[in-house]
């Protein structure tokens, strides 16, 4: 299939005015405040339970669940490594223009 040369027409971004700047202010204070808020429970939480361990309290309580979850979490950080490294985040853009040109070939096409 010949790729189609012809730009594709997509707005990269509408002009709300000011309240939309608001708003978009709004959503990214919220974002920002919502992933700190979470981000200060999950730090309590990791050492409520790496205190629980050291403790006789709860001897082995979880012991399984939360080591498998940090290997899990380990990998996805490896995964999340490997893509930056081999520069997978470098043109995230490309991959939804070929799809869109693909989509108008169809069309074209007719099929």
């Known amino acids: 299939m ?14 709300y005015g000011a309240s939309g700047k608001r708003a978009k202010i709004l959503l990214w204070v919220c974002m920002i405040g919502g992933i ?40 996805w950080l490896v995964l999340l490594t490997w893509s930056w490294l081999t520069g997978k985040f470098k043109d995230i853009e490309s991959t939804k223009w070929d799809m869109l040109r693909q989509e108008l070939e169809y069309e074209r096409r007719g099929e």
């Not at 010949?2 to 002009?15: F, L, Q, R, S």
Request: no cysteine; net charge negative.
């Open 36 to 75: 700190a808020i979470a981000g200060v429970a999950f730090a309590y939480k990791l050492a409520e339970f790496i205190f629980t361990l050291n403790s006789n309290a709860v001897e082995g309580f979880a012991d399984l669940p939360v080591t498998v979850y940090f290997f899990v979490a380990a990998g």
């Open 2 to 15: 010949a790729p189609v040369n012809e730009p594709i027409k997509v707005p990269i971004e509408a002009d």
